[in-house]
């Protein structure tokens, strides 16, 4: 089984700021890695697939990197709607696992 | 417009048995595959199970492999998950998500709807 681990956690940021969130695969995963944002009380929403490639609608301050076991989620200037958490997800194997985690508070 | 509903949750004892189900609609709902993904309090986001478009192929996560079962019934749009013999670790939100399989970046997918989520307490 894969397992996807996620740094940091918290991650305290202030308005404005670049935001970087890593993600680690436990085998190589080409480029099947998705990021979703959480916020509490509602669903989460897809931001990456395909380790890169921006959904279509999600503003372009967010962006990913990475293929193999590494990966990266940035948010090149923080805004206010942009506390939430924050889950990778590798979608290489039948069981497709999320990362841990990432919540991005206010510092 | 797609939307997907879930239903079913609520709070049962231990050992015990509920069934949730996710009626979906604004989409062909037998083309796709589908998924449930948990949230428990504190531990973020677990995916559960994923069922084929036609139901023939599914998988379920470990930590509920032979406790749960994830089903469909396309004639209806609905997806279903029985849960049975529930331990208090399965408190959560559980949301169904549909799959979006992207062709052109060779085949990866990501879930493009979700659910709002129903609640499920496991509690004496």
């Known amino acids: 089984e894969i397992r996807m681990t996620q740094s940091p956690s918290p991650l305290s940021a202030s308005v404005g700021d670049r935001v970087t969130i890593t993600c680690r695969a436990s085998?190589?995963?080409?480029?099947?890695l998705s990021w979703y944002q959480h916020k509490p009380g509602k669903a989460p929403k897809v931001l990456i697939y395909?380790?890169?490639n921006l959904v279509r609608g999600v503003p372009s301050r967010f962006s990913g990197s990475g293929s193999g076991t590494d990966f990266t989620l940035t948010i090149s200037r923080l805004q206010t709607d942009d506390f939430a958490s924050y889950y990778c997800q590798e979608t290489y194997s039948l069981s497709p696992r999320f990362g841990g985690g990432t919540k991005v508070d206010i510092k | 417009q797609v939307h997907l509903v879930e239903s079913g949750g609520g709070v049962v004892q231990p050992g015990r048995s509920l069934r949730l189900s996710c009626v979906a609609s604004?989409?062909?709902?037998?083309?796709?595959?589908m998924h449930w993904v948990r949230e428990s309090p504190g531990k973020g986001l677990e995916w559960i199970a994923v069922?084929?478009?036609?139901?023939?192929?599914?998988k379920h996560a470990d930590s509920v492999e032979g406790r749960f079962t994830v089903s469909r019934d396309n004639s209806k749009n609905t997806l279903y998950l029985q849960m049975n013999s529930l331990r208090p670790e399965d408190t959560a939100v559980y949301y169904c998500?549909?799959?979006?399989?992207?062709?052109?970046?060779?085949?990866?997918?990501?879930?493009?709807?979700w659910g709002q989520g129903t609640l499920v307490t496991v509690s004496s």
């Open positions: 604004g989409f062909t709902f037998g083309v796709c595959g």
């Open positions: 395909g380790a890169s």
């Open positions: 069922i084929s478009f036609d139901g023939r192929t599914k």
């Open positions: 998500a549909r799959e979006e399989v992207v062709a052109s970046a060779d085949g990866t997918m990501y879930y493009d709807f």
């Open positions: 085998q190589n995963i080409g480029k099947y």
